[in-house]
């Protein structure tokens, strides 16, 4: 038995779907270590669909995330009362 690292949900050895091992750096705690991961299938499928997208997907996810934040505030700001 084992768990998934990324959704905690506990997985039996035919169900995992993948696993890593290496090391990482633990940017705002400052530290590094070595770490082994498992992936249960559904969280090993998102893993691989983010991955494929790559880097042009990314941006595009990040400035539809901005541009949705502006516009919360444009209408934040259209419904204040003093406004
Ligand atoms: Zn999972």
């Known amino acids: 038995m084992d768990y998934c690292s990324f959704c905690g ?9 993948a696993a890593m091992s290496g ?3 633990d940017f705002s705690r400052k530290v590094t270590g070595d770490m082994n991961v498992v992936f249960c299938s ?3 499928l998102n893993v691989m669909e983010i991955e494929s997208g790559g880097m042009r997907t990314a ?7 901005e ?5 919360d505030q444009k209408e ?3 419904d204040r009362p003093d406004a």
């Open 9 to 17: 949900f506990m997985i039996s050895n035919f169900e995992k779907a």
């Open 23 to 25: 090391t990482f750096v």
């Open 42 to 44: 559904e969280c090993w």
């Open 59 to 65: 941006v595009a996810k990040r400035r539809a995330c």
């Open 67 to 71: 541009s949705n934040d502006r516009e």
């Open 76 to 78: 934040r700001d259209r």
